[in-house]
């Protein structure tokens, strides 16, 4: 059974810095791309981020370009989102999602993580 | 950027009727298009891919169709589990991934 545990998520000031996590098992990581999801307060869904199986290539959203960097741990089946310069938009529940290739869905989905950006 | 575009924003129907939510997309996806379910407090969950494939586990009474830049889902008899949130999602043209604003699904 595919798992994805997300953690990491936290209040943090504007400006500030955050690191999440996410810990999956049940597949064979490192074949798979790996995404974050995210959605703020009572709003829809916005991918933000990507990364290849192999963590070789990422991809991210204009909003978050320059910003956060995504990185994939294979020893670890472990993904990461570096959050730098966090703004008060930045703040909604991030979810880990697994992608069944570049052009496939977002097939399993962790729980969410709250990141809340505020003084 | 494709432009996922859902209607209506709310949908009101009674218990065991039929419900059709509607997807467009600013471009051609071919069947590129996938249909999420996400009840309060929960990850969305998926639904259906290649726009008319259900996920595994999925219940028969949901169903996807379309192609191109119109699709639906419809939930042949709606249950009580089914008056939440769906979101529908583009995968041909990346990145960015992009998904429609949602549907709420309520109680009529």
């Known amino acids: 059974e595919v798992q994805l545990l997300d953690s990491g998520g936290g209040l943090v000031q504007p400006g500030g810095s955050l690191r999440l996590s996410c810990a999956a098992s049940g597949f064979t990581f490192s074949s798979y791309a790996m995404s974050w999801v995210r959605q703020a307060p009572g709003k829809g869904l916005e991918w933000v981020s990507a990364?290849?199986?192999?963590?070789?290539?990422?991809y991210y959203a204009d909003s978050v370009k320059g910003r956060f960097t995504m990185s994939k741990d294979n020893s670890k089946d472990t993904v990461y989102l570096e959050m730098n310069s966090l703004r008060v938009e930045d703040t909604a529940v991030y979810y880990c999602?697994?992608?069944?290739?570049?052009?496939?869905?977002?097939?399993?989905w962790g729980q969410g993580t709250l990141v809340t950006v505020s003084s | 950027e494709i432009v996922i575009t859902q209607s209506p924003a709310t949908l009101s129907v009674s218990p065991g009727e039929r419900a059709t939510l509607s997807c467009r997309a600013s471009?051609?996806?071919?069947?590129?298009l996938a249909w999420y379910q996400q009840k309060p407090g929960q990850a969305p969950r998926l639904l259906i891919y290649?726009?008319?494939t259900r996920a595994t586990g999925i219940p028969a009474r949901f169903s996807g169709n379309g192609s191109g830049t119109e699709f639906t889902l419809t939930i042949s008899s709606l249950q009580s589990e089914d008056f939440v949130v769906y979101y529908c999602?583009?995968?041909?043209?990346?990145?960015?991934?992009?998904f429609g604003q949602g549907t709420k699904v309520e109680i009529k």
């Open positions: 471009q051609s996806v071919s069947s590129n």
């Open positions: 999602q583009q995968y041909k043209n990346w990145p960015p991934w992009t």
């Open positions: 990364v290849s199986g192999s963590g070789g290539s990422a």
């Open positions: 999602a697994k992608m069944g290739g570049w052009y496939a869905p977002f097939d399993n």
């Open positions: 290649g726009a008319s």
